[in-house]
């Protein structure tokens, strides 16, 4: 079997798999050693990218920049 058709059976088995279960397992793999996670980022990089996602962040949620406009206009 050549490696092109191993990564690809790979591939379809995980994603087959729930995507909370492939997230874990991906992670799981990955923090074995800096090797492993270099190899999985470079065969399964959709994988790898679902994987260690960061949640989409909204605008001024974490600066705080809607509140003191809010107490702003209460104070007047």
């Known amino acids: 079997m050549s490696e092109r058709h191993l990564t690809e059976e790979i591939s379809r088995r995980f994603k087959a ?3 909370r279960a492939r997230s874990q ?3 799981k793999l990955a923090s074995e050693s800096p090797a ?10 959709d994988l790898y990218q679902e994987a260690f996602r ?3 962040r909204a605008a001024g949620a974490r ?3 809607t509140r ?3 107490r702003a206009a209460r104070r007047r």
Do not use: V
């Open 68 to 70: 003191p406009q809010k």
């Open 36 to 45: 492993d996670d270099r190899f999985i980022r470079r065969t399964f990089p």
């Open 54 to 56: 960061k949640p989409p």
């Open 63 to 65: 600066s705080g920049s």
């Open 17 to 19: 798999m729930s995507r």
């Open 25 to 27: 397992k991906i992670r």
